[in-house]
Structures are given as C-alpha cells and as structure tokens.
C-alpha cells in the first residue's frame, strides 16, 4: 500500500450505495488518553489533566519539569509505533460498529502519521474492526467531501477534536457531526465543537444518532 499525497489507505476505500458512517480513532475507536497515561509512566512521565493539551501538561516523574513539545512529539510518534501494546477499544465500540455495518458503510479517518498505519491496522482488526482505514495529517473536511460529493446518502462524521468537526462541517455541511471523546476527564476539558454539532457521550448514543439520522 502506499501514501499518496501524505493520506494512506485512501485507494482502498470502495464505498456502496448506502450511508456512511465516518469515525477518527484515537478517543473515539480506541482509547488513547489511559493507554498514553501508562505508556508515559513506563517512560518516566506523566500526563496531568491541566488542560485539553498535550503539550505543557506531559510533565517528568524524576522532577516535575514539563517536557518540551519535541520530547512530547518524539514520545507520541514512540506510543503510536507501539500502540498494539498499549491501545484498547472504546467501550462498546466493537459491537456497536458491527451492528451499523449491516445498513451503513463504516470508514476509520485517523489523524495519525500515516507511516503507522500497519500497526493500527493490526489492532483494528485484533478487535474485529475491519473496516477500511484512511490515516493522514491533512485536515478532514476537504478529504470527507471529496469522498461524498456524488453521493446522495447520509453521512455521519464522529470525532473528539472541534476543529475536525468544524472542517467537516464547513466542507460538507450535509454530514451530521457527532462530538465523542472516550475520557471523561479530558471531555469534560475540551472546547465546544459549536452548536450545529450533537455532543454523545457513549457508544450506544452514538448508534442511536445514527439510526435515527439514516431512517433505520
């Protein structure tokens, strides 16, 4: 497989003539707050929950100091390219997501490296989420209305992050946007997607949404 203009998995993605349903992955599919707070505390660090960042709040275990933002990226980057050992599903996740696959087509949009797409791709389908993976760093608004714009079939984006709601939402208006972020701890510190966005803050919300916005 190979990255085309920085997305991969992109060519692979077949979509059919029913819904869509388009989900991020860190904090939405896969836990990543608890699992990053575990892997930093192996490495003598430690996330305190200060504010909706990493940056200024990944802090020493030896002295307390904050780690400069190229120590945080070179930690994420090592997370990331070990996230098989550390990252779990969201609660329900699985289940529910196979359950809309049968009146809804599902795609992963990951804002990740795409040079870790293959070990994402192994713990998605270790938890039998198979469903085709897009990893990049581009915004995604402009990539979901590409994908879409000769559909005629609803489409739901979910995400944690304001601005990929918000870029959605200014590039293909049609979507239903759904704030989800796993950690309630971090949730409850995030900005406010906006007030066209639905706030979920379970799986099982989030499956109702979506039936209720595909007719089901």
Same mark, same amino acid.
């Given at each position: ?24 992955v ?17 490495n ?40 098989? #050992?550390?990252?779990t599903? *969201?609660?329900? /996740?699985?289940?529910?997501? +196979? !359950?809309?696959? &049968? ?25 039998e ?20 714009e ?17 870029s959605?939402? #200014?590039?293909?208006?049609? *979507?239903?946007? /759904?704030?989800?972020?796993? +950690? !309630?701890?971090f &949730? ?6 906006g007030?066209?966005?639905?706030q ?17």
């Amino acid at each position: 497989m190979t990255i085309i203009d920085g997305v991969r998995g992109l060519a692979d993605v077949k979509l059919n003539d029913r819904p869509l349903i388009v989900c991020d992955v860190d904090e939405v599919v896969l836990e990543f707050v608890d699992p990053f707070r575990a892997f930093l505390g192996a490495n003598g660090h430690e996330l305190l929950p200060r504010s909706f960042k990493l940056t200024g709040n990944v802090v020493s275990l030896d002295d307390g100091t904050e780690a400069p933002a190229e120590r945080v990226r070179e930690l994420v980057n090592t997370f990331f390219a070990d996230q098989v #050992e550390w990252q779990t599903p *969201a609660d329900a /996740v699985s289940s529910t997501l +196979n !359950e809309l696959s &049968r009146i809804a087509d599902i795609l992963f949009l990951t804002a990740m490296p795409p040079r870790h797409y293959d070990a994402r791709r192994i713990l998605l389908d270790r938890h039998e989420m198979p469903f085709p993976l897009v990893a990049t760093e581009a915004p995604k608004g402009p990539l979901i209305r590409d994908l879409h714009e000769d559909r005629h079939h609803p489409l739901m984006f979910v995400d944690d992050m304001a601005h990929n709601l918000i870029s959605v939402r #200014e590039h293909e208006p049609r *979507a239903r946007v /759904v704030h989800y972020m796993a +950690n !309630e701890t971090f &949730r409850a510190m995030a900005p406010h997607p906006g007030d066209h966005v639905i706030q979920a803050q379970t799986w099982t919300e989030i499956e109702g949404i979506a039936k209720d916005h595909f007719g089901a």
